[in-house]
Nanobody, 128 residues
């Protein structure tokens, strides 16, 4: 019933920007904690950013001041704006949502095990 579909990935030169989108169906992005994760070859999946219901974002240290998580409730879509991209940002990026209800100002830690719904991922490749 729940479907998350990412888009917006691609190849970009270092220093460039990309905007990832995650369109949701059977799931309201307005009512749940959501996040972006990434996984590079040979690496474990890691949390990139999460967003609470009041739209406050929390970020991994590696992407702070470069990435911005947001959502458009009318479009039921989650976004990740990525600026000043670096080669080490190269990974498959996934959007995810929490199954249970959380408070307006609280989300679980950005660990994969805390998120029940996942998209198929979109590849981001940053060349030097």
């Amino acid at each position: 019933q729940v479907r998350l579909v990412e888009s917006g990935g691609g190849s970009v030169q270092a220093g460039g920007s990309l905007r990832l989108s995650c369109e949701a169906s059977g799931y309201s992005v307005r009512n749940y904690c959501m996040g972006w994760f990434r996984q590079a070859p040979g690496k474990e999946r890691e949390g990139v950013a999460t967003i609470v219901i009041d739209d406050t974002g929390t970020y991994a240290d590696s992407v702070k001041d470069r990435f911005t998580i947001s959502r458009d409730n009318a479009k039921n879509t989650l976004y990740l704006q990525m600026n000043s991209l670096k080669p080490e940002d190269t990974a498959m990026y996934y959007c995810a949502g929490v199954k249970g209800a959380w408070g307006r100002y609280t989300c679980p830690p950005a660990a994969p095990g805390n998120f029940a719904y996942w998209g198929q991922g979109t590849q981001v490749t940053v060349s030097s």
